[in-house]
């Protein structure tokens, strides 16, 4: 294993105050928020959405690294730039989403488990040849009555473990993301004891499958309350109650800390992710960042539409939403940055 190549990977994709793009939207869940567009779900619209995004003026200001899905690492802009070339260009760093899903889990109802294990050493070996220096596997946990049970935490965590264990084999920067879903009208305290048992679980079965630590990034939900709760937590309840959460679980070693936004209002997302800053910037010793994907798309893919021209307003539109959270992890977010 190449300890110091992972480093200086990791180190570059959590420096300054960049974020992660999230642009790996496998083909079903590309189509469903192209239905809900209004745009047409083909594999050109597909390419034609992510020229889209990585031709984006100023994108490299905002983002240290993209995670792409399959599909777009074979992509290239209408006058044949392949998409990691220009990604490169622009100081980006290409990653790439490994997994295959999260399925449902046999015995265990209402859970999930993600797939994608079987020929990952392979594919691992392609992607590193294309220039591909990071990568993404997400795994899914719900709460409800009765989950997440043990059975499910563990084996989505064993997954996680295998999959940065590859990775790391073959010089990739894993990103590991257990996401404890929104979804329910549970309080923010019970997703608080949810997500301090996954993460605790998670770290616990990394550490014994020997990953490497300081190579690999967290991809964590914020601590919040359950979408359909009576009473929802406020930002700085938010902020409390994310990084104290963090702070018990995850080891100092780990360079970068990088949110999914799970389906929060775009500024609600900043807004938390700011407030973390400005009540704790001395105290995180890792860096604490964004990967988001709708809390920074959703603007653009909305305007765009599928028509070329609406195409520099939407970038417009994406690459405001990027450098508010740039403010954001700066602390100096405010809702006047909204316009
Ligand atoms: P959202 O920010 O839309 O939750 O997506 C992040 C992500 O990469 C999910 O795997």
């Known amino acids: 294993m190449d300890k110091q190549g992972l480093r200086t990977i990791a180190q570059r994709l959590m420096a300054g105050d960049k974020g992660l793009l999230a642009m790996d939207e496998s083909i ?92 990952l050493r392979e594919r691992l070996m392609d992607y590193a040849a294309l220039g591909l220096k990071f990568a993404k596997w997400r795994a899914v946990i719900t709460i409800g009555d009765g989950t997440p049970t043990d059975g499910s935490i563990y084996a989505n965590a064993y997954a996680l473990a295998h999959y940065a264990a590859l990775c790391q084999e073959a010089g990739l920067v894993p990103i590991v993301e257990p996401e404890v879903l929104m979804d329910g009208n549970h309080t923010i305290e019970r997703c608080f004891e949810v997500t301090q048992r996954v993460l605790h679980i998670v770290f616990e079965v990394l550490i014994k499958q020997r990953v490497y630590l300081e190579g690999m990034i967290l991809k964590p939900n914020m601590v919040l309350s359950g979408t359909d709760a009576s009473v929802q937590a406020d930002i700085d309840q938010v902020a409390d109650l994310t990084v104290q959460c963090l702070l018990r679980c995850v080891p100092a070693a780990v360079p970068g800390v990088a949110f999914l936004s799970g389906g929060q209002a775009a500024q609600d997302a900043s807004a938390h992710l700011n407030a973390m ?14 990967s988001f994907a709708r809390a920074v798309q959703q603007p653009a893919m909305d305007h765009w539409k599928g028509k070329d021209e609406n195409v520099a307003v939407a970038q417009q539109l994406l690459y405001k939403r990027l450098s508010i959270n740039n403010a954001a992890r700066r602390g100096e977010y405010s809702a006047e940055l909204e316009g």
């Open 277 to 290: 800053h400005v009540k704790y910037k001395n105290e995180l010793p890792w860096a604490l960042t964004f």
């Open 28 to 119: 079903p869940t590309a189509n469903k928020r192209f239905e809900e567009a209004g745009i047409p779900q083909t594999e050109e619209y597909r390419r034609k959405y992510r020229e889209l995004i990585v031709t984006t003026p100023k994108l490299g200001e905002c983002i240290s690294g993209a995670i792409l899905f399959s599909e777009t690492t074979k992509q290239a802009t209408a006058d044949g730039t392949p998409f990691i070339e220009i990604l490169e260009h622009a100081g980006i760093i290409p990653g790439i989403k490994l997994d295959e899903g999260a399925k449902d889990m046999p015995a265990f109802p209402n859970e999930k488990l993600t797939e994608g294990l079987d020929g």
